[in-house]
């Protein structure tokens, strides 16, 4: 195979496997939802978010940049094995430091909760702050190493979901929950450590030069900041100024599903910010930086819009069946959050791939201080007059307010024109579809009927595009044909 061809082949792979990891993620906490819903209750699933999210302001102390620094840092010099190795091991040990000073600062949290349930919530969230500090994701994004990290993955995820099916039978196995939550995603992060026996060899102390890294690593510090004001400090103002749990669990079970579609989608950019450093940092080839920048914005728009027209849809009918009675206002908070699904990829590709993969990070950290700014003075205000309404609304209009901003500094690489360009066919095919789905009606019992609608929707959505002709879902059926091809060729070749 030629050296034009392997890079495309190394893109569609890690593409595919980070994809599955990515749709692992979303599939298990769908299955894992509605069943801890029923089991527990939204005043326990509420601390558990409540002392989650306080444990994050710690994992945020302790990483201070160097998850998206080291990605950056590593995808530059990967070619070079002396300077990686040396690299990595400074980044590591920094990072190991950090994760015990912010276990010894967490410790007072713990015994100042409010009763013996937080307190040992608490202390379970003590995993989150250590498995994060061993996290070493960062060192194989890099180096563009999706397969197997992808594939360790998805069978941690899956013994993660049979584990509280089996294990977690009633509201008294709230700590066991929370338990097995926070253990494999240690344990996820464990697993891949055996690879760094092949990837980097030891170094030894007295070459390590640690303290450069410092300042250079506080420029990333800023959107490991608004992600924990977009994750955490909402649900620590609402459960601090409304004192109801209750409020905090019906926000908890809407975002949480918002958070894993937007996950699944901005995993494609994840793949391609390793790739356009280098192409960026190596000034190897511009016309290769503009064509996956537009099918990267492609594949986003393609998924993002059907998907919040779709939540609208289906959120009075989807809510009961899927988390229950009793979460009936989380129906109201989905329709809202949608807009996310939308404002947040976008905002997401043109941050990642348009600013930070090209060395503008302070441009990138002063749109999303302005919208961190917004979301705390937003739900300062509105808290107490909407509750957790307050906090939807709070969180749709600093993402609009950072998606604007954004595109401003994006333009000279991706325009609202471009934008309008590839996905003026994902808005009509998904304004269709939605009409489908919100006028079907028939006399079925409720699941039965959300079935139907979904695959209508699907269905609907997917002619369309083939009848407007769209170009991003023709990569993509290339793609799998041509890997279809090849397999079977290979199978004939070995026979």
């Known amino acids: ?18 994809i599955l990891s990515q749709l692992t993620a979303l599939v298990v906490p769908i299955f894992i939802t509605p069943y801890v819903s029923r089991v527990l209750n939204a005043e326990l699933i509420g601390e558990y978010s409540f002392t989650l999210a306080n444990s994050n302001y710690f994992v945020l102390a302790e990483t ?17 094995k002396d ?57 194989l994004n890099g180096l563009e190493e999706f397969k197997v990290a992808a594939l360790r993955t998805i069978l941690i ?61 506080f420029v990333y510090l800023i959107p490991g900041v608004v992600n924990t004001v977009f994750t955490s400090v909402d649900k620590t103002l609402l459960g601090a100024m409304i004192n109801d749990a209750n409020e905090v669990g019906y926000y908890q079970q809407a975002s949480s599903l918002i958070t894993a579609f937007t996950t ?52 009075d009918e989807f809510i009961p069946i899927y988390l229950g009675p009793g ?5 109201l908070l989905l329709k809202i959050l949608s807009a996310n699904v939308i404002l947040v990829v976008i905002c997401n590709y043109c941050g990642q791939l348009c600013l930070v993969a090209k060395g503008k990070q302070m441009r990138y950290n002063i749109v999303i201080i302005i919208g961190a700014i917004v979301n705390i003075i937003l739900n300062l205000s509105l808290i107490q007059i909407l509750s957790s309404v307050g906090v939807a609304v709070a969180s749709i209009v600093s993402n609009a307010a950072m998606l604007v901003l954004c595109l401003i500094w994006s333009r000279y690489s991706l325009t609202v024109k471009d934008l309008f360009i590839v996905g003026w066919r994902y808005v009509i095919a998904a304004a269709i579809m939605f009409v489908c789905i919100f006028f079907f009606s028939v006399n079925l019992a409720p699941i039965f009927h959300l079935v139907i609608e979904i695959i209508i929707g699907i269905i609907v959505y997917f002619v369309l595009l083939l009848i407007l002709k769209d170009e991003t879902l023709f990569f993509i059926l290339r793609m799998i044909f041509n890997k279809m091809s090849k397999r079977n060729t290979d199978n004939v070749e070995s026979k």
Not at 67 to 80: F, V
Not at 266 to 292: C, F, G, M, W
Not at 327 to 331: D, G, I, L, Q
């Open 64 to 80: 201070l940049g160097f998850t998206l620094y080291g990605q950056i840092k590593i995808a530059a010099i990967r070619d070079d």
């Open 83 to 139: 300077k990686l190795s040396l690299l990595f091991w400074e980044l590591f040990f920094i990072k190991c430091f950090l994760m015990l000073v912010a276990s010894a600062a967490y410790i007072p949290i713990i015994l100042t909760a409010g009763s013996a349930r937080l307190r040992t919530l608490y202390v379970i969230m003590l995993i989150n702050i250590v498995s994060n500090g061993l996290d070493i994701t960062w060192f």
């Open 1 to 18: 195979m030629s050296e034009a061809k392997q890079p495309q082949k190394r893109i569609s792979v890690n593409l595919i496997f980070n």
């Open 264 to 315: 699944m989608i901005n995993s494609i950019s994840n793949v391609l910010l390793p790739r356009i450093a280098y192409l960026h940092y190596n000034a190897t080839d511009a016309q290769e930086e503009k064509r996956l920048m537009k099918i990267v914005t492609g594949i986003g728009l393609a998924f993002a819009i059907p998907i919040m027209f779709g939540l609208i849809a289906v959120s």
């Open 327 to 331: 979460y009936e206002k989380s129906a």
């Open 157 to 217: 995820k899956l013994c993660n979901l049979a584990a509280v099916y089996l294990f977690v039978k009633a509201e008294s196995d709230i700590f066991l929950y929370a338990l097995i939550m926070q253990g494999f995603i240690l344990i996820g992060f464990m697993s891949v450590y055996p690879i760094l026996r092949k990837k980097v060899r030891w170094t030894g102390f007295k070459a390590l030069c640690i303290r450069q890294h410092i300042k250079p690593s």
